[in-house]
């Protein structure tokens, strides 16, 4: 799968393709279904944005993402995704009116044949422009508009990226799993504790979502290594965890892995006197 990145090269995107538009973290079967609801003759890409709009709006909040970089590519080409046009979301671009951002870039640069987006989409300077809104452009600048959605699970809920953290922060880590369709994964760079006596390799979350506090199961895919088990338990007071393998795996003082979560096995509860105690002082249940 291609990816374009900004608008200075756009030559060999193909013209009248259809565009799926939206932010795509976590890619799940809500996305999956988006994109199935694409295929078509014309080729299918996706425009999206970087950094996620919120980091930009919201910029003091949590981190909270749960598939930066490229891992979002690589679940959209799985997908059959042929491409993808990533727009970098500044203050100047989230200043262009709904009109603007149709006009310019999805007629003006992209040659949009067809839009396809989630039925709640909302583009262009705070957030004034919607579904209608898109079909009365298309109709002008001559590209259809197809909403999708929601799209609902066997209990009726629909697929979002925000049960998934949802479901993290509480622990649900089967929920999370559903409405991805696969485990939640993260890459991350290892630090190996050299004082520990058992493997013991710590990591910070970086830009992703931390889920709650306590201890999970997990495979870990080390470099060159193949995957193996591992318990990762989840800080209460930093932005961190850190990973305890069984057996004798000999970690490298510096790593990269990716590591997928599987399942909580105890939660981290403080004591009563609050979110200010050690670590070491907390109990697990």
């Known amino acids: ?12 995107v193909p013209r009248s393709a259809s565009l799926v538009l939206g932010n795509f973290d976590g890619v799940h079967r809500g996305h999956a279904a ?10 299918v890409g996706i425009v999206t944005f970087t950094p996620h709009p919120r980091l930009l709006t919201q910029p003091s909040q949590p981190p909270f993402l749960l598939t930066p970089g490229d891992e979002k590519y690589v679940a959209l080409g799985a997908l059959g995704v042929r491409f993808c046009v990533e727009l970098a979301f500044t203050r100047e671009f989230a200043s262009l ?6 006009c310019e870039i999805l ?16 583009f262009g300077a705070a957030r004034k422009g919607d579904v209608a809104l898109l079909r009365q452009l298309g109709a002008r600048y001559g590209f259809s508009v197809e909403s999708v959605g929601p799209i609902l699970d066997a209990n009726g809920d629909a697929y979002s990226s925000s049960r998934i953290r949802n ?23 290892l630090q190996r504790d050299v004082l520990a006596r058992a493997s013991r390799g710590y990591f910070h979350f970086g830009p992703y979502l931390k889920p709650r506090p306590g201890r999970y199961n997990a495979y870990v895919r ?33 790593e990269d ?24 002082n907390a109990c697990y249940i």
């Open 167 to 189: 479901c993290l922060a509480t622990g649900d880590v089967a929920g999370a799993t559903a409405i991805l369709g696969r485990p939640w994964m993260i890459k991350a760079r």
């Open 222 to 254: 080390l470099e060159g290594r193949g995957a193996v088990e591992a318990e990762l338990v989840v800080s209460e007071v930093e932005h961190a965890g850190w990973l305890e393998f069984p057996g004798q795996v000999a970690l490298r003082p510096e």
């Open 257 to 280: 892995i990716e590591l997928e979560l599987i399942g909580l096995v105890a939660p981290l509860v403080l004591p009563e006197w609050g979110a200010e105690a050690e670590l070491g």
């Open 97 to 102: 009116s709904a009109e603007e951002f149709v």
């Open 1 to 12: 799968m291609r990816v374009f990145r900004g608008l200075d090269d756009l030559s060999e």
């Open 107 to 122: 007629v003006g640069r992209l040659h949009v044949g067809r839009v396809i987006c989630g039925h709640g989409f909302r």
């Open 34 to 43: 988006l994109v199935g609801n694409a295929q078509a003759p014309a080729p």
